[in-house]
């Protein structure tokens, strides 16, 4: 199987960071996911690619047999039993053509379900991956892919209205326009930036959420993960913090802030002999989607 490690290396450096805390051979898995995930999302983000991803959605036979097209080559040399779901990577490709196909959310629950089909989708392809099958720990995962999308989100406004998007669902910002993203009044940035720092709450809400699975993962993986989930959420707590507008350049953790976050994080994981019961209100708007709620 080919190593990936430089494509999260490149693009995600917190992740990358987390990720030296796993097995090799899990850390192998994760990087090839990732690097499917970040092909799949530049091809939506990069202009003259959309040909050339609207070829991979339509591709015949794509799982048959259980094997991969070569259109999914980071797959390539996986065992059938780590493979991602076919329904839980079609999840994934429902949240690319979303962004092809743009349109602000209306609300809070059009927007947890693109959280989900990008980010949350993510989570259930590293439960597969790595030989997760409990319920409830597969609810937590999507918990904490919820939240990081919602951190993204939050972070990156005015790079994503610069290329023409804007997630922030309409009733949270009175329907502004996008140019006002662009150049707000003074009144327009209070109403984005308020609206900004309500869905960080609410990520709050999902980071929570996810903690109560992440002890009962395998322990290196807990680490790894727990690591990674609070240095991205520190990423909305500076920003609240701080009282940084949305119009400010992207935040960052610096290297510094990071060891303190890892040390802090593994001081705070703690194995627990029970898997805590998921607050169900979090997934009220998913419910048709696959591993939100018990059947």
Known sequence: MKNYSNVMRKHGKTFFWATWFLEKEIASLLYAVYAFCRRLDDLVDKKGNKKNLKKVFSLPDIWKKNEYHKAFNEFEGF?????????????????????LNYKQPKNIDQLLVYCYQVAGSVGLMVCDVIGIKNKELKYYAIDLGIAMQLT??????????????????????????????KKPSDNDKRIINSA????????????????????????????????????????????????????????????????????????????????????????????????????
């Open 196 to 295: 900004r720092n309500n869905l960080l709450k609410d990520a709050d809400e999902y980071y929570k959420s996810a903690m109560n699975g992440i002890s009962h993962l395998p322990s290196k993986t807990s680490r790894a993960v727990i690591v990674a989930a609070k240095l991205y959420q520190a990423i909305g707590e500076s920003i609240i913090k701080n009282k940084i507008s949305y119009q400010a350049p992207r935040v960052y953790i610096s290297k510094l802030h990071k060891i303190a976050i890892t040390f802090k994080a593994l001081f705070q994981l703690k194995k627990h002999f029970y898997i805590k019961l998921h607050d169900q209100h979090l997934h009220q708007s998913l419910l048709k989607l696959p591993d939100t709620h018990l059947k």
């Open 152 to 181: 993204n989100i939050c972070r990156d406004i005015m790079e994503d209205a610069k290329m023409g998007r804007i997630y922030l669902p309409k009733n949270m910002v009175n329907n502004l326009s996008i140019e006002k993203f």
């Open 79 to 99: 065992k059938s039993k780590a493979l991602p779901r076919e329904i839980i990577v079609k999840e994934f490709l429902k949240g690319q053509v979303g962004d």
